[in-house]
């Protein structure tokens, strides 16, 4: 955030003068060290403190031995670090008094792992159906320019919604590009408090309104919440506090043309991610974009030139 001049200081939190990595937040920071020491035999603490980030996070997610407690290693981790980066969030946006202690933090990752093996050995609730199941894959993820020309003049429109703090700070951006891949339009807009949800909803919002502007017909609109697609398409109540823009961006779906708006991953949608976090450093106001910004043209060009990024993806099949 420091680098892309959204935040005022590179430094912890906590740590005042000291590079808030993403190693120190999950391992060096003075909350961490103060949890590791808790869990990490003394015998491992020199090489657990001491390793680079990547070796450090391989070598703990691939134990497979099992803690005194009863629980695999590597489970007790991966839920650790996803925790000890949202207790750093609380702490950043909601004050220090609202911190997990590392007790506490212990308490809840036993309380999550148990609440996992539970739902994982449950039996299925319709016994005469198949039971789902899930598994892994890695699949390669790029931006795809719009079909062709004929029949018709498709055009895409990919959009993000950022928010620091979830609610807190929040921003929208996006673009239109044709099926070569040429920059049409792009627009950032500063919204003010909101959810990541809600700043994807004003992204689509103002992102269907540019593109009729430049009197799009045929329109594919991608964004990576699968939350703020599956509201639009759902029939919501009236009092849902979301209702409001929900009607206004169905109402600009049945305008006079032909929209599908479809769900891509974030490796997809990297040039809406990048102007929707550069959003955030323009006064609150919509602001359509003539021309890309000098920054982004890297990553413009890295879609047409069909760069993809491995991406692990959850797919469900049958029992």
């Given amino acids: 955030m420091f680098s892309r001049r959204c935040a005022q200081s590179a430094s912890c939190y906590h740590c005042e003068g000291v590079a808030e990595t993403i190693c120190h937040v999950l391992r060096d920071c003075l909350p961490a060290i103060f949890f590791w020491n808790r ?11 001491s390793t680079s980030t990547g070796v450090w996070l391989q070598e703990n997610l691939l134990k497979e031995d099992t803690m005194v ?15 000890l980066w949202k207790n750093r969030c609380t702490g950043c946006f909601k004050g220090t008094a609202a911190t997990l202690t590392a007790p506490s933090l212990s308490h809840l990752i036993m309380h999550k792992i ?7 050995s449950a039996p299925s609730i319709s016994p005469g159906k198949p039971r789902m199941i899930y598994e892994e894959r890695t ?5 795809l320019p719009p079909p062709p020309p004929p029949p018709r003049g498709w055009m895409k429109l990919n ?23 040429r920059w049409i339009a792009g627009f950032v807009a500063k919204i003010g408090e909101a959810s990541t949800v809600l700043a994807e909803l004003w992204a689509i919002r103002h992102g269907l309104d540019m ?40 109402r600009r779906f049945a305008q006079d043309w032909l929209v599908n708006i479809v769900h891509t991953y974030r490796e997809g949608n990297r040039a809406a ?10 006064p609150y106001s919509v602001r359509e974009l003539v021309d890309p910004p000098r920054d982004l043209y890297r990553v413009l060009q890295e879609d047409n030139q ?10 469900q099949r049958d029992s």
């Avoid at 991610?273 to 323009?282: F, G, I, M, T």
């Fill in 306 to 315: 069909g760069i993809s990024f491995e991406r692990r993806v959850v797919v």
């Fill in 39 to 49: 869990h990490v035999p003394g015998t491992d603490q020199q090489s657990f403190f």
């Fill in 159 to 181: 959009v993000d919604g950022a928010s620091a703090g979830n609610p807190g700070c929040a921003g929208a951006g996006g673009l239109i590009r044709d099926d070569q891949g």
């Fill in 211 to 250: 593109a009729w502007r430049h009197r799009c017909t045929s329109l594919i609109v991608e964004s990576d919440s699968q939350m703020a697609i599956q509201l639009i398409k759902d029939r919501q109540n009236p009092i849902h506090p979301y209702a409001g823009i929900l009607l206004s961006i169905r």
């Fill in 139 to 143: 699949e390669s993820i790029r931006w």
């Fill in 273 to 282: 991610d990048w102007l929707s976090k550069h959003s955030l450093v323009y």
């Fill in 114 to 120: 148990n609440l996992w093996h539970k739902a994982w």
């Fill in 69 to 83: 407690s009863g629980v695999n290693s590597n489970a007790f981790f991966s839920i650790a670090i996803w925790y």
